[in-house]
């Protein structure tokens, strides 16, 4: 009973400290989300919590809610027309009344649940403003390819001013599928697009995403985590066949990663807690699409000293690596490589240029998180592409467990007297290590 009392303890103190990061990151940004009407169900209160909870923790948040299945549910009992074309609704003057209907009482209805604050906790009833209003202007989407779409229309103009007064006033911001013209027109819109315009115009930090299809998958059926913005829109060109929200998902994150929002999260809104999970934790549980470098490989600097250090120590108390000192890496930062994703160096590798072509490739070390993902294979690559730029012609490694994973990327087994003189001389014979090396010209 105690040791797993300890493991809990243990579990919620990792939790912790990986979280914490996050909670001072994003603390006074922005973020956008936006759920469709199929997320006011029976589970609304668990994601009213999370949402409530994103905001004690300092976000400044501007939601988005759909409305479809409640407009048309009051649509069948109205016995009205249902018309889609192109995937949008055709808003006639009946289809009009529905939608104000809907919308409204969805509005309330959100409006209530986030007035309770955090439910059973000690923020239980905190005071959470709430602003609606007419921030939205539209206009309508006209007769297209012979279709009047009526009161359907497409976002015009964001009040970004008055939005963000109501933020800095601490309030939550709640915007509905409805804009409204200099006339006093009313027009029903797409809940994503408003999203999108919002996020772009108030120059958001986040776009988040609530989705109802199952999260993306790549061909191998893995989960796809994050997308840069060219690896998106080559995925959108590709020949591969994309559930039609999907494209309609992705399209939205290119266009507002075009628009300067820095990154769009994709979350199926089913997984318990996914919003937390996806804005709390280093490797989320949505598709994040990216407009800015969100891992790199680089060459390493000073400050990265630390990150390499925290890298190689599970190994150095192994016996894997030898041990290094701070002041001996710093003299030899120059020689690393690393791969630094959300602030945290996930892997590096060194090289160490001889006289004459030769060279040594130390220290490759992946997180043992990471170790699935192709990223030592990249490591290596940038490591003999960088050899090759300083005339370089062979590579030598030095290992005592690891010459499997070498020997699988072209590196032979060879003896002593391969190794340079200076290093020759240096060698452990306690250690015992292997020697591989490898022609890379």
Known sequence: ?????????????????????????????????????????????????????????????????????????????????????????????????????AVGSLR?????????????????????????????????????????????????????????????????????????????????????????????ALHADKLVLLVDESGLRDGRRQPIRQLSLLETEQLLRSRRKLDSGWVRHLNNAVDSCRRGVRRTHLIERRADGGLLLELLTRDGIGTLV??????????????????????????????????????????????FMVVKRDGMIIACAALYPYPGDIAELACLVVHPDYRSNGRGDSLLEAIEHRARRHGIKRLFVLTTRTSHWFRERGFVSTGLDQLPVKKRSLYNYQRKSKVLIKAID
């Open 1 to 101: 009973m105690a040791n797993r009392q300890n493991k809990q303890h243990q579990a919620f103190i990792a939790s912790i400290r990986q979280a914490a990061p996050y909670i001072q990151a994003h603390r006074g940004a922005t973020f956008v989300i936006m759920f469709g009407g199929e997320a006011v169900d029976a589970q609304f209160e668990q994601l009213v919590n999370d949402i409530a909870l994103i905001h004690t923790l300092g976000v400044r948040l501007v939601l988005v809610h759909g409305a479809r299945p409640q407009i048309e549910q009051r649509l069948k009992q109205n016995r009205a027309e249902l018309r889609y074309v192109n995937g949008l609704r055709v808003t006639n003057d009946a289809a009009l009344t529905a939608v104000k209907d």
């Open 108 to 200: 309330v209805d959100i409006e209530a649940g986030l007035s309770m604050g955090l439910v059973n906790s000690p923020l239980a009833g905190a005071r959470i403003g709430i602003a609606s209003g007419n921030f939205v202007t539209a206009k309508p989407l006209g007769i297209r390819d012979g279709v009047d779409y009526c009161h359907t229309g497409e976002v015009r103009h964001i009040d970004a001013a008055g939005i963000h007064q109501q933020l800095d006033a601490g309030r939550i911001v709640l915007l509905s599928p409805l804009g409204y013209s200099p006339t006093g027109e009313i027009f029903n819109l797409s809940a994503e697009e408003v999203a999108t315009a919002a996020a772009a």
């Open 290 to 335: 990216s407009a800015e470098l969100y891992e790199g490989l680089r060459n390493a600097n000073i400050d990265d000293a630390g990150g390499i250090l925290k890298l190689l120590e599970p190994l150095e108390e192994e016996g894997v690596l030898v041990k290094r000192s701070r002041e001996l890496l710093e003299m030899e930062i120059d020689h």
